[in-house]
């Protein structure tokens, strides 16, 4: 069962342009969020470490997912939000949120977390 938050909590004390923060409000590893911003761990480690700046493609991803971290925040405690992008579900066609996000499928999990947020479920 997903363990919603139970009050609104905003994101602050994280930078949501810095991909480390990112990374840890959603509690992944480098590995796995260079795989979500389609980068090498590399890559990846360079910008966590301020060696380097995504590209424009990347930097859109990652504002992204910094939405998706804002609003899984305000409907989830942290382990609620592990579990939603963890677990398979069915609006998401049998795959868990984090796969969908790989994917780029952006939209589908805001709509889920949306509906989830305004109570309606998906």
Same mark, same amino acid.
């Given at each position: 069962?997903?363990? &919603?938050?139970?009050?609104?909590?905003? %994101?602050?004390?994280?930078?949501? /342009?810095?991909?480390?923060?990112?990374?840890? *409000?959603?509690?992944?590893?480098?590995?796995?969020?260079?795989?979500? #911003?389609?980068?090498?761990?590399?890559?990846?480690e360079? /910008?966590?470490?301020g060696? $380097?700046?995504?590209?424009?493609?990347?930097? /859109?991803?990652?504002? &992204? #997912?910094?939405?998706?971290?804002?609003? *899984? %925040?305000?409907? +989830?405690?942290?382990?609620?939000?592990?579990?939603?992008?963890?677990?398979?579900?069915? $609006?998401?066609? *049998?795959?868990? $949120? #984090?796969?969908?996000? &790989? &994917?780029?499928?952006?939209?589908?999990v805001?709509?889920? #977390?949306?509906?989830?947020?305004?109570?309606?479920? +998906?």
């Amino acid at each position: 069962m997903l363990r &919603r938050a139970s009050v609104s909590k905003s %994101s602050a004390g994280v930078n949501l /342009w810095d991909p480390g923060q990112v990374r840890k *409000g959603f509690d992944l590893s480098r590995e796995r969020m260079s795989s979500l #911003l389609q980068v090498s761990s590399k890559t990846y480690e360079r /910008w966590e470490k301020g060696v $380097a700046t995504p590209a424009e493609a990347q930097k /859109w991803k990652l504002a &992204r #997912l910094s939405e998706i971290l804002a609003l *899984g %925040s305000l409907v +989830y405690t942290p382990e609620g939000l592990r579990e939603f992008l963890q677990t398979p579900m069915p $609006a998401f066609d *049998g795959n868990c $949120a #984090l796969e969908m996000l &790989r &994917r780029g499928e952006f939209e589908r999990v805001l709509a889920a #977390l949306a509906a989830d947020y305004e109570g309606l479920g +998906y």
